[in-house]
């Protein structure tokens, strides 16, 4: 056997059925598409959740509530993971630069800081926001903090 003389198995291929070929074939006259509607005519596209008329879903669910375009989303750290971050990844400073070479925030990340735990180590912060209470551990801690956008 040789690759050019390689063939589908018997009866794996069919002809093309052919649309709109008269009725005799059996798919004349609307060439299968039914009776006029967007379906049935040339250069139709299907829409995504596109439901052939029916109310689409995402019609028939009820909306609730408010979803406000403007909401800021920080990646939050309490004063306890900072401190057990900073001794697992030998850090100096806890600022978006730092924590991103670790793999912890990515590119787009807004950090903020919570001051749930205790803070044993002198860390140096720059980050975009700090709860008032994390501010004076740090402060007591002999940390300083810095704002950034």
Known sequence: MKLHELKPAKGATHRE??????????KGGTSTKGNKGGQSRAGYQRRNAHEGGQMPIQRRLPKRGFKNPFR??????????????????ELSEFSHESLREVGLVSQTDIIKILGNG????????????????????????????????
């Open 72 to 89: 800021v989303e920080y990646k939050v750290f309490n004063l306890g993971q900072v401190d057990h971050l900073v001794e697992k990844y």
């Open 118 to 149: 205790e803070l044993k180590s002198k860390v140096a912060f720059k980050v975009s926001a700090i709860s008032e209470k994390a501010k004076q551990a740090v402060e007591a801690a002999g940390g300083s903090v810095e704002l950034v956008k």
């Open 17 to 26: 059925k052919r649309l709109g070929r008269g009725e005799a074939s059996g």
